[in-house]
């Protein structure tokens, strides 16, 4: 008989599935409060942890025995008051051969609408969930053989209490599934990362994720292979941060311990790329052999690689370390590690290899302890090839306060060098240096000029772009700097760059063979630059001096100088044509080059008779003034030197004179007046008399003219006067003597007798 017609069979039938069905229907609408006190006992019992079920549980026997919880909360171990995660729906499955075989609940699903989890991190690499997952071999309990765990919007919570940083997963979509299966275990997880708390968040992005999930139960060991991870940012993060549109992409394989839960080993590569303020970065970690054993982590064959573009800078370096190892969370060290670092800026370009131990605290502190560095430094302004550099010394860099420092002590082209560097702030980086060399000669990296030729364009602008954001402050001292044929000594300064203005003060330094001391600003807030400074230069060689300064070698001798100048512009031109300010000078026992002034005044008093008109005297380079004092004052105007109290004494000859000296043009007028006093006989008749001498032309070779027309003409004028002096006494003598001849004899006055008393 066919039992599919039969009717029985079918009522049979029937009823078999109308009692599954009530079976598995019914707990929906039954309370199980047996079982909620049971599990909350059990959990109280092998965790000592509160479990508190404020909704309704509910026993679900089919297809699969679970427990069905609202408002659910579980405590911190031994700590009722403090709440390590809750969710308003709980589904926890369970296996269904341990509960019937030997009444053990075996938790092997579960799944949590809107939980809320609190996971921390002690310092000592504990995490506390450890407990739950502790293997509990015999008797009744409650165990875990998780092969599905499922998060529905769920708000997880990281804080890592030795590392002080916090994190949180938000609407975070978590599946773990098939767990159990050695080939088809998978996990997903989407949300938004929020790094920092709400009250002091730092940073927030959406975070997506996928990898192949392997959980060996009899190893107790999961398996995170083909993990990808996406972390692109969401909105702005905080003002201290100045991070926009960064990116992180992971991929890899990790490997985890189940009891305790610890990472075991694996390999990621990950990339980032993002802005910050003005900057683009772009770095690449690879971490191709992760191993962690009794706590001891080590990453061998690290690489690390990092690009920064600004409109300013150009910042590529890189790592390579073959062994890092050490406690988890502790110290991690490597005996070898290289690193390149190469900058290039408008104009100018260091590059550095590094090679040191490297020291790793907490991922965010590194230290070179004793590293060896091989350098260079080029710049436009000196094309022909780099300044090396050879140095040892320490470093520390700390990722969490931006903060880099280097020491160190070696070679600067040769010659010894100590430097030190401290530099705060990535972004907008506020530097503290000392520098320290014996001897820097620039001469062999300087541009090749033929002979006479400017060594310097005039009309070239002067970059002054990078002091827009530089902000540092040191000292520097230098021995001896050589450029061609000047030579500075002693040079020793403060250095402070701030807010768009270069200060250097105290500025000393010994130059021209005397002391330096005093002041420089450039200010360049403004649309020009503008220079200014007050220096003192005392028992200077005043013949270098003013070659260098106003290119011209018409004075010798030592004396003081007093500047106070400003100027304004983009061009040594722009500088020397808008000049200000003031200056003084004072020399002692030189000479006036070109001109022989007592010669002149000699060849003169001999040839009297002879003189005529304005004679031009040429420059004689090999004629020399000899002074033994000379004073002078120039007020500075737009480029213009004025002077009107040039006092020149000889003990021959006094110069005085004035003029003015245009700087901008490179040109000379003026007018000096030289005079003796002097009773030699061959100077004795220029006695009272002054020789007007003008100078004039280019300010490197002028003329001079000498105005003997205006000597014969005093001359004249002198011989007129005396002569007309001579008859006026003639004149008044003759005149007195004609008086004295018309008047009558004088007579003697008749003497009175004297009467007889």
Avoid: C
Wanted: hydrophobic fraction near 40%; aromatic fraction near 6%.
């Amino acid at each position: 008989m066919d039992l599919r017609h039969s009717r029985p069979f079918r009522l049979v039938l029937l009823l078999i599935a109308a009692l599954i069905a009530v079976i598995g229907i019914v707990p929906w609408f039954v309370q199980a409060d047996f079982a909620q006190a049971a599990l909350a006992a059990q959990m109280s019992h092998d965790t000592q942890r509160a479990l508190s079920v404020q909704g309704r549980t509910r026993l679900v026997i089919l297809p699969r025995p679970a427990l069905l919880l609202d408002k659910v909360t579980l405590s911190e171990p031994r700590h009722p008051d403090q709440i390590f995660a809750q969710a308003d729906h709980v589904r926890v499955e369970l296996s269904m051969w341990p509960l019937v075989r030997s009444r053990s609940v075996v938790v092997h699903r579960l799944d949590l609408d809107h939980p809320q989890v609190r996971i921390e991190r002690q310092p000592d690499g504990t995490y506390n969930f450890d407990d739950l997952l502790q293997k509990r071999d015999t008797g009744a309990g409650i165990h875990f053989d998780i092969d599905r765990v499922a998060f529905n919007d769920g708000d997880l919570v990281y804080r890592d209490n030795g590392l002080n940083e916090y994190f949180r997963l938000a609407r975070l979509q978590w599946h773990m599934d098939k767990l159990g299966d050695p080939k088809n275990g998978e996990l997903s997880l989407e949300g938004d990362l929020q790094i920092g708390p709400s009250q002091a968040m730092q940073w927030r992005g959406r975070i997506k994720g996928t990898a192949a999930m392997r959980y060996h139960a009899q190893e107790r060991r999961l398996l995170v292979a083909d993990l990808k991870l996406n972390l692109m940012q969401q909105g702005e993060s905080a003002p201290a941060l100045r991070i926009s549109d960064a990116e992180v992409s992971v991929a890899g394989n990790l490997v985890y311990g189940w009891q305790p839960l610890r990472l075991n080993g694996g390999d990621l590569h990950v990339s980032a790329s993002g802005k910050r303020a003005d900057q683009h970065w772009t770095g690449e970690l690879d971490l191709p052999e992760i191993g962690v054993a009794r706590n001891v982590l080590s990453l061998d064959k690290l690489k690390l690689q990092v690009d920064m573009k600004s409109p300013g800078n150009h910042l590529l370096a890189s790592m390579k370390v073959p062994r890092l190892a050490g406690l988890q969370g502790g110290l991690l060290r490597a005996d070898n590690a290289s690193i390149d670092v190469a900058v290039d800026s408008p104009g100018q370009k260091f590059t550095a290899q590094f090679v040191s131990p490297l020291e790793m605290q907490g991922g965010a502190r590194f230290s070179l302890p004793a590293y060896k560095l091989t350098g260079s430094y080029s710049n436009a302004a000196l094309p022909r090839g780099e300044i090396g550099l050879q140095l040892t010394g320490t470093s520390t860099l700390d990722l969490r306060s931006e903060f880099l420092h280097l020491a160190s002590h070696g070679q600067l082209d040769h010659e010894p060098v100590s430097m030190s560097l401290g530099v705060n702030d990535f972004v907008q980086p506020e530097y503290q240096f000392d520098f320290n060399i014996s001897r820097l000669d620039l001469t062999p990296y300087l541009p090749v000029v033929s002979e006479g030729a400017r060594q310097v364009d005039q009309s070239k602008d002067i970059d002054f772009t990078w002091l827009q954001h530089a902000r540092a402050q040191g000292q520097v001292r230098i021995g001896e700097l050589v450029v061609k044929n000047l030579h500075v000594d002693d040079i020793a300064m403060n250095f402070s760059a701030r807010d768009r203005k270069l200060t250097m003060d105290p500025l000393q330094a010994t130059l021209y063979e005397g002391h330096l001391s005093g002041n420089m600003q450039i200010d360049t807030t403004g649309d020009i630059p503008l220079f200014h400074a007050r220096q003192r230069l005392s028992d200077t060689n005043i013949n270098t001096l003013l070659v260098d300064v106003l290119d011209t070698s018409r004075f010798e001798g030592r004396g003081q100088v007093d500047l106070d100048i400003s100027a304004k512009g983009t061009s040594l031109e722009d500088l020397r044509r808008t000049t200000n300010g003031s200056a003084h000078l004072q020399l002692k026992e030189g000479a006036i080059r070109g001109i022989d002034v007592e010669a002149l005044l000699r060849n003169t008093s001999k040839q009297l008779a002879l003189l005529g008109t304005e004679v031009t005297q040429p420059s004689d380079s090999d004629a020399r003034t000899r002074f033994t004092q000379l004073q002078a004052s120039l007020q500075i105007k737009d480029g213009v030197a004025r002077n009107n109290d040039l006092a020149v004494g000889t003990g021959v000859v006094k110069l005085t004179g004035s003029g003015a000296i245009n700087l901008g043009q490179g040109y000379i007028d003026y007018q000096m007046q030289a005079s003796t006093s002097s009773r030699l006989p061959e100077l004795a008749s220029l006695a009272g008399l002054t020789l007007p001498i003008t100078l004039s032309g280019p300010l490197a070779s002028p003329d001079y003219h000498v105005d003997y027309a205006s000597v014969k003409e005093q001359f004249i004028a002198r011989q007129k006067a005396a002569a007309e002096k001579a008859a006026a006494a003639r004149a008044a003598a003759a005149k007195a003597a004609q008086k004295q001849k018309g008047k009558p004899a004088a007579t003697a006055p008749t003497p009175t007798p004297l009467k007889k008393k």
